[in-house]
């Protein structure tokens, strides 16, 4: 699978909130739901996705982010059900996500469309903003204070 290619369905992913996981495990079918009709292209991203999460399995500590991790499930289900708990974060804690890795912290806005939906790695890969599909003229890096 090429860059480019890569480049161009990512948007694609992060729409449908597909994950690594998820596409390692998905067939060519599958992709095809999604709107991935031609069959080569199928299989190129799936065995590179395929080939990425068995390094992945192998080596965990290379695609996880440094610092915060995301609670257990047993641990949000505890989070959800215990009243002392907010039920939502304070405006200094709140942070999205970013929509194609779905692991680090969005952190790059996309002019002239405003979307702060990214990391600053997978920012870096596109060229249309995934949320609005709107062409990406400049990047600017967010930096949070504290």
């Known amino acids: 699978m090429t860059d480019l290619s890569a ?3 990512l948007p ?3 729409h449908h ?3 690594l996981e998820m596409l390692s495990n998905m067939v060519p079918g599958d992709l095809a739901e999604i709107g991935i009709m031609e069959s080569g292209l199928q299989h190129a991203i799936i065995q590179k996705a395929r ?6 399995d192998t080596i965990p500590e290379l695609l996880k982010p440094a610092g915060k991790t995301r609670p257990s499930a047993p641990e ?8 002392e708990v907010p039920s939502a974060p304070s405006a200094e804690e709140h942070h999205c996500e970013c929509v194609v890795c779905m ?4 952190q790059v806005v996309f002019l002239n469309c405003g979307h702060v939906c990214c990391c600053q790695s997978c920012s870096d890969a596109l060229h249309i ?7 990406i003229a400049q990047r600017i890096r967010l930096f949070h204070s504290g």
């Open 7 to 9: 480049e161009h369905y």
């Open 12 to 14: 694609i992913f992060a």
């Open 17 to 19: 909130r597909i994950s």
């Open 51 to 56: 080939e990425i999460q068995a390094v992945a």
């Open 76 to 83: 949000f289900r505890e989070e959800l059900t215990n009243p």
């Open 103 to 106: 692991e680090l912290e969005a």
């Open 129 to 135: 903003c995934p949320l609005c599909r709107q062409e």
